[in-house]
Structures are given as C-alpha cells and as structure tokens.
C-alpha cells in the first residue's frame, strides 16, 4: 500500500518571504518615509531669517523667496538664489544665544572659547547671552561621549568638518613635537 505524500501548504512556502519584507519595511523603508516627511515639512516652514544649511555644505540666511526657490545670503556681500529642495537642514546654533542652544543641557559640554567668524576674535568664557553665528567655531571641554552628543545634537556639524560648531575631542588631535636635529 502505498501512502500519499502530503504535500506542503503553498503559504508556507510563502511566508519566509513574507517575513523579509516586513524587517525590510519596517527597518528601512518606514523609518526613511519618516525622515522625507519630515524634512518635507521642515522645508515648508521655512521664513525669512532661518539660519540653513545647502547640500553643497553652505551656512546661509533666508532673505526672500522667489515662488519655489529662496535668496540666500552667506556673507554681506554674497546673495544666491537657491531651489528650495538644495536646503538639506536648518543650522542648529546660528541666531541663538548659548543659553538656548541647549549645548551644555543636551550634550554635557562645556563651551571654553567662542571663535567670531566675522572679526576672528576669540571670546574666552563666553557670557551666556552670546549668540552665535554662522562660520563662528566653538571649542568645548567634554569627554568623547559628550562631544560625540555635541556632533549628534548640532546636526553632525562637526562631522562634515564645518567651522561652525566644531568640537573637538580630547587628546585625539595632539601635533607631536618636532625632534631636533643633531
């Protein structure tokens, strides 16, 4: 007597399949709808004097629109029309004081020296009413974690090797001392 084989249910067949699909929906493509709906809405609300950030890795100011694109100012002297979609982020510390940037609450950072970047002054300990500008470079006192925060806090500034909210880590960038020559 010969006994049937039972043959396997097609779904189950299916359902490793299925199973990918959901890790990869909701590892990657839910959280990146997420990111472009904000950012969509982000580039909405953009008004004249937000401090921005381009593509191209500009700091600039919002002077005007012109129907989809915006003036941008980066300097006194320097005005661009820009599409609006080249704006990737708005800058994190430009235009605000210290005290409401939040640095030394959200990342444990303490600021040491504020570098003006349009009088290349350095103001040690800063008061907390300093407000700070695009291209103005901060030097902060903090272990690698916190200022791994300050570059995640300030946008990944830091990362992207713009002078403005530069941070850097202790003991990580020494220049050795030359050796004399005999």
């Given amino acids: 007597m010969e006994t049937a084989a039972a043959t396997p249910n097609p779904l189950v067949n299916l359902m490793p399949i299925a199973a990918i699909f959901a890790i990869f929906y909701f590892l990657l493509i839910r959280p990146q709808q997420k990111q472009q709906k904000e950012?969509?809405?982000?580039?909405?609300?953009?008004k004249i004097g937000d401090?921005?950030?381009t593509s191209g890795g500009l700091y600039g100011s919002i002077t005007g629109f012109k129907g989809d694109d915006l003036e941008v100012s980066f300097s006194q002297t320097v005005k661009l029309t820009v599409a609006r979609s080249a704006v990737t982020r708005q800058a994190a510390f430009a235009g605000k004081s210290l005290r409401d940037s939040g640095i030394r609450e959200q990342t444990g950072c303490t600021v040491l020296t504020v570098r003006d970047a349009a009088t290349r002054q350095?103001?040690?300990n800063p008061p907390p009413d300093t407000v700070l500008c695009i291209g103005d470079t901060l030097i902060v006192l903090g272990k690698p974690d916190p200022v791994a925060r300050l570059a995640e806090f300030s946008g990944g500034e830091e990362e992207e090797r713009s002078p403005h909210a530069a941070a850097e880590?202790?003991?990580q960038r020494r220049i050795p001392w030359p050796k004399?020559?005999?």
Avoid: G, Q, W, Y
Wanted: net charge positive.
């Fill in 39 to 46: 950012h969509d809405a982000m580039l909405k609300n953009l």
């Fill in 51 to 53: 401090k921005i950030v």
């Fill in 169 to 171: 880590k202790p003991a």
């Fill in 180 to 182: 004399r020559s005999p």
């Fill in 122 to 124: 350095f103001l040690s």
